[in-house]
């Protein structure tokens, strides 16, 4: 490829080489080197370009045991870069995932404590024992009187007071 030198074109003061600015002497000079190259490449014929199939079939790649080692090599050590990521982004997703477990045991942590607070509450209104002598004087009932009332005791110490039941297991007969 030959290449073709273009004068530089000067504006009027002697003595001194000014190249011009002139958009439109640039685009122009640009658009015939661009042709000038275009015949350089071309030549006096017309570019033809024919297909070669190539049959490649019965050629066999030669082994290169350094390549296989290092190709071995560089899987080895992706797989343990893979399971290492893999490794760190289960324990991240596990912490989450604690975490939100932790979060909501403690929701349910409080709901029973407030459920526990209530239920002492309702206890002590219930067993209030104003509440209770007052709905026993609306049933109709009055306090006990005197040998009404008899607490047992289980010393055994009173043989006419009254006991408790107990359950006696009796003895299994041994088999000789």
């Known amino acids: 490829m030959a290449t073709q030198a273009i004068p530089a074109q000067t504006v009027g003061r002697p003595g001194r080489t000014v190249a011009r600015n002139n958009a439109e002497s640039v685009a122009e000079r ?19 370009f024919f297909t070669k199939h190539l049959d490649n079939s019965r050629l066999v790649k030669a082994d290169d045991p350094q390549r296989t080692r290092e190709m071995r090599s560089f899987s080895a050590a992706l797989a343990v870069l893979f399971v290492l990521v893999m490794v760190y982004v289960w324990q991240h997703f596990s912490a989450i995932e604690y975490g939100y477990h932790v979060e909501a045991q403690k929701q349910q942590l409080e709901l029973l404590n407030e459920q526990n607070r209530q239920l002492r509450l309702t206890e002590a209104q219930l067993t209030d024992p104003g509440r209770i ?8 009932l009055d306090a006990p009187q005197p040998g009404q009332f ?4 289980l010393d055994g110490s009173d043989p006419n007071a009254p006991v408790l039941a107990q359950v006696k297991v009796p003895a299994m007969p041994s088999v000789q």
């Open 150 to 153: 008899v607490r047992p005791t």
């Open 30 to 48: 640009n658009m015939a080197l661009f042709a000038a190259q275009q015949r350089a490449r071309r030549g006096p014929t017309p570019e033809v």
């Open 133 to 140: 002598d007052e709905m026993a004087h609306q049933l109709g």
